[in-house]
């Protein structure tokens, strides 16, 4: 067993090997609810790959069975005979074999992802929800987004800012607080729209909406955020705005856009609004989403629908305005939530009776399990992987980059039958050549590069494969036992990520404590080194104030090679809770509702922000000086 992985016809690893290097055997009665998941048991015979989908790189003359047909986007035809043509534009085409009804669908990738020769930047990570100003409701929206935007690029020379997960919650209490566990990854939160940005909310036009907004600003008193609360006060505002709205073409060119994808959310926001819960709760008639009873309710249900359109289209609009600073990137979640809308709309593509997850690694000893249910990979390329498609496509929208957390999943994802504990879970392969030529051209199109959240458990061979594909590495001085100087030119590098200890928790011990607390087994031999480790390279020391501890993590970090060096908002605040602590729930600990401990204003004037921008600053400078000398050596 040691030593090598065994994978049955069905795409499921027997055995794996856990962060510390030591194999598992997967359990008999894992592998079969795995297949059951699949549609098979253990007669089942797997198979055969299909081809439903042809998936090539652009300029590539690949061989086929026979004369073929192949209708591109722009709606041209081509005609060739037993070999692909060359010149083939990157997209979506469709292909028809002579004598063959079957329709197959022809992606042409570029095959890499777009990505700048020059690219040298530094920018925030923010957690928006919890970047709050004065003006907002109890929680940071797109109007703070845009100013911390404009004040990143504008005043400390910023390129880039990653944001946690903008995707949509479904219309619900209590409110989902996870940006990773969404109702859908197409489509965006209400929670963030600013309402003093929209048309008849300007200037207290209307007594109701200022009243409305007083109580939302109440909400900045306390850190702790009330999406509850906030959720109601906002939908109050939309609805009194909603019948002040007179057509628009605008409106009707985004609903055209985005057809019957954005239907079926809204129909999915209504039917959810109206039984007051996730769809497996609702009547039968109504859990398919192609039943004559949804068709039903959305004749008779018309008007509300469109509100819920009406909602992503002034999402869309302000958040195409805070883009315009900077290249931000979004964070493009690993999965959804099994009870919302994507699982709803694509529910003959998600297997069930299983979640995905992760084997114990170094900070997270239980492994973990994060209730999504995983795509089956083969139902996914038997539709065209146009649900991956459409997804990969919203997380770029108005983006300059994109952030794939997890991105080991286009590998193989974890699968953890329900019920049981992480360490019995079991890896199911999915087809990353192809899956990766999709997520290169949705890039180039976006023109937008990519980072690959590749932390924790990965697999021999991954990082190399996401390198040919120009996909950035994602480094962590937490996790990196060398120098940064040494870390790979091909990476986007931070201290710690929203799942970790913030400096000041870390160097504190505040982190570890918390740890206790929340009975977490905390790792206290692996945080020790990385105290000591920070102590030595950063030259710190414990009778430093917190502020020169921070400043001296990312002075060290700047010495990185690395194409994107990111620092994190609560570190420049100083926050000593990490947003998120992997396997509690929001009973045990506020995960992602703690805003940062000052509104952006007093954020942007303090000394520590300010301090690391120039740190930076300085280090991409320096490193864009550098280039440009060699390429003119080189010339």
Same mark, same amino acid.
């Given at each position: 067993?040691?030593?090598?992985?065994?994978?049955?016809? @069905?795409?499921?690893?027997?055995?794996?090997?856990?962060?510390?290097?030591? @194999?598992?055997?997967?359990?008999?009665?894992?592998?079969?609810?795995?297949?059951?998941?699949?549609?098979?048991?253990?007669?089942?015979?797997?198979?055969?790959?299909?081809?439903?989908?042809?998936?090539?790189?652009?300029?590539?003359?690949?061989?086929?069975?026979?004369?073929?047909?192949?209708?591109?986007?722009?709606?041209?035809?081509?005609?060739?005979?037993?070999?692909?043509?060359?010149?083939?534009?990157?997209?979506?085409?469709?292909?028809?074999?002579?004598?063959?009804?079957?329709?197959?669908?022809?992606?042409?990738?570029?095959?890499?992802?777009?990505?700048?020769?020059?690219?040298?930047?530094?920018?925030?990570?923010?957690?928006?929800?919890?970047?709050?100003?004065?003006?907002?409701?109890?929680?940071?929206?797109?109007?703070?987004?845009?100013?911390?935007?404009?004040?990143?690029?504008?005043?400390?020379?910023?390129?880039?800012?990653?944001?946690?997960?903008?995707?949509?919650?479904?219309?619900?209490?209590?409110?989902?607080?996870?940006?990773?566990?969404?109702?859908?990854?197409?489509?965006?939160?209400?929670?963030?729209?600013?309402?003093?940005?929209?048309?008849?909310?300007?200037?207290?036009?209307?007594?109701?909406?200022?009243?409305?907004?007083?109580?939302?600003?109440?909400?900045?008193?306390?850190?702790?955020?009330?999406?509850?609360?906030?959720?109601?006060?906002?939908?109050?505002?939309?609805?009194?705005?909603?019948?002040?709205?007179?057509?628009?073409?605008?409106?009707?060119?985004?609903?055209?856009?985005?057809?019957?994808?954005?239907?079926?959310?809204?129909?999915?926001?209504?039917?959810?609004?109206?039984?007051?819960?996730?769809?497996?709760?609702?009547?039968?008639?109504?859990?398919?989403?192609?039943?004559?009873?949804?068709?039903?309710?959305?004749?008779?249900?018309?008007?509300?629908?469109?509100?819920?359109?009406?909602?992503? @289209?002034?999402?869309?609009?302000?958040?195409?305005?805070?883009?315009?600073?900077?290249?931000?990137?979004?964070?493009?979640?690993?999965?959804?939530?099994?009870?919302?809308?994507?699982?709803?709309?694509?529910?003959?593509?998600?297997?069930?009776?299983?979640?995905?997850?992760?084997?114990?690694?170094?900070?997270?000893?239980?492994?973990?399990?994060?209730?999504?249910?995983?795509?089956?990979?083969?139902?996914?390329?038997?539709?065209?992987?146009?649900?991956?498609?459409?997804?990969?496509?919203?997380?770029?929208?108005?983006?300059?980059?994109? %952030?794939?957390?997890?991105?080991?999943?286009?590998?193989?994802?974890?699968?953890?039958?329900?019920?049981?504990?992480?360490?019995?879970?079991?890896?199911?392969?999915?087809?990353?050549?192809?899956?990766?030529?999709?997520?290169?051209?949705?890039?180039?199109?976006?023109?937008?590069?990519?980072?690959?959240?590749?932390?924790?458990?990965?697999?021999?061979?991954?990082?190399?494969?996401?390198?040919?594909?120009?996909?950035?590495?994602?480094?962590?001085?937490?996790?990196?036992?060398?120098?940064?100087?040494?870390?790979?030119?091909?990476?986007?590098?931070?201290?710690?990520?929203?799942?970790?200890?913030?400096?000041?928790?870390?160097?504190?011990?505040?982190?570890?404590?918390?740890?206790?607390?929340?009975?977490?087994?905390?790792?206290?031999?692996?945080?020790?080194?990385?105290?000591?480790?920070?102590?030595?390279?950063?030259?710190?020391?414990?009778?430093?104030?917190?502020?020169?501890?921070?400043?001296?993590?990312?002075?060290?970090?700047?010495?990185?090679?690395? %194409?994107?060096?990111?620092?994190?908002?609560?570190?420049?605040?100083?926050?000593?809770?990490?947003?998120?602590?992997?396997?509690?729930?929001?009973?045990?600990?506020?995960?992602?509702?703690?805003?940062?401990?000052?509104?952006?204003?007093?954020?942007?004037?303090?000394?520590?922000?300010?301090?690391?921008?120039?740190?930076?600053?300085?280090?991409?400078?320096?490193?864009?000086?550098?280039?440009?000398?060699?390429?003119?050596?080189?010339?």
């Amino acid at each position: 067993m040691a030593g090598s992985t065994k994978t049955n016809g @069905w795409g499921i690893d027997l055995n794996y090997q856990d962060a510390f290097g030591k @194999w598992h055997d997967v359990p008999r009665e894992t592998i079969d609810t795995v297949l059951e998941a699949m549609g098979a048991d253990r007669e089942s015979v797997a198979p055969s790959p299909d081809d439903s989908v042809v998936i090539v790189h652009s300029g590539s003359q690949r061989e086929v069975p026979g004369a073929a047909t192949i209708l591109l986007e722009t709606g041209e035809t081509v005609v060739c005979e037993r070999r692909l043509p060359a010149d083939l534009p990157n997209g979506y085409h469709r292909m028809q074999f002579e004598g063959d009804e079957i329709i197959r669908r022809l992606i042409v990738s570029p095959g890499r992802c777009w990505l700048p020769e020059d690219l040298k930047t530094w920018g925030w990570a923010a957690q928006l929800y919890g970047a709050r100003s004065r003006e907002s409701w109890g929680i940071g929206d797109f109007g703070d987004l845009d100013r911390l935007a404009q004040w990143s690029a504008s005043e400390l020379g910023a390129g880039m800012m990653l944001v946690n997960p903008l995707s949509a919650a479904s219309p619900l209490e209590p409110q989902q607080a996870s940006p990773y566990f969404p109702s859908s990854r197409r489509f965006f939160n209400p929670l963030w729209l600013r309402i003093e940005w929209l048309p008849d909310a300007i200037g207290g036009r209307i007594p109701q909406i200022e009243e409305l907004a007083l109580a939302g600003r109440d909400m900045n008193r306390q850190r702790l955020i009330d999406r509850n609360k906030i959720f109601q006060l906002k939908m109050q505002a939309l609805e009194i705005l909603w019948l002040q709205f007179n057509e628009d073409v605008a409106f009707d060119e985004y609903c055209q856009e985005h057809g019957s994808d954005l239907d079926r959310f809204a129909v999915f926001c209504a039917i959810a609004e109206w039984q007051r819960s996730g769809w497996h709760s609702w009547p039968v008639e109504l859990q398919h989403p192609a039943s004559p009873e949804v068709a039903r309710f959305a004749a008779e249900h018309s008007e509300r629908i469109r509100f819920f359109k009406w909602i992503q @289209w002034l999402l869309d609009k302000q958040l195409a305005q805070a883009a315009r600073h900077l290249a931000l990137m979004q964070d493009l979640p690993v999965g959804v939530d099994p009870d919302g809308a994507d699982a709803w709309g694509w529910q003959d593509y998600f297997a069930t009776g299983v979640a995905v997850g992760a084997p114990p690694d170094e900070f997270n000893t239980r492994g973990q399990n994060w209730g999504l249910p995983p795509f089956l990979p083969n139902k996914l390329r038997a539709a065209g992987y146009e649900p991956f498609v459409q997804t990969v496509r919203a997380a770029f929208r108005h983006g300059g980059g994109l %952030r794939i957390d997890h991105v080991m999943g286009l590998f193989r994802l974890f699968w953890i039958p329900e019920g049981q504990p992480s360490l019995n879970g079991a890896y199911v392969r999915y087809n990353p050549d192809e899956m990766l030529a999709i997520v290169a051209l949705e890039s180039e199109r976006a023109r937008a590069y990519v980072v690959g959240e590749d932390l924790g458990t990965v697999e021999d061979g991954v990082r190399e494969k996401l390198a040919t594909h120009r996909i950035l590495s994602y480094r962590l001085l937490w996790f990196e036992k060398e120098h940064p100087a040494t870390y790979p030119k091909e990476a986007l590098v931070a201290v710690t990520t929203h799942d970790l200890p913030t400096v000041a928790g870390l160097w504190t011990g505040a982190d570890l404590k918390r740890q206790e607390q929340l009975n977490r087994n905390p790792n206290e031999e692996s945080t020790a080194e990385i105290h000591r480790r920070l102590k030595r390279m950063a030259q710190v020391d414990e009778s430093d104030p917190i502020e020169d501890v921070i400043a001296g993590a990312y002075r060290l970090l700047a010495e990185a090679p690395s %194409r994107i060096v990111t620092a994190s908002l609560d570190d420049a605040a100083a926050v000593l809770e990490r947003p998120n602590f992997p396997a509690t729930s929001n009973d045990e600990n506020p995960n992602w509702s703690l805003a940062l401990p000052m509104p952006i204003e007093e954020l942007m004037e303090a000394k520590l922000p300010n301090a690391i921008a120039g740190i930076l600053q300085r280090g991409a400078s320096v490193a864009r000086a550098a280039a440009a000398a060699s390429r003119d050596q080189l010339e």
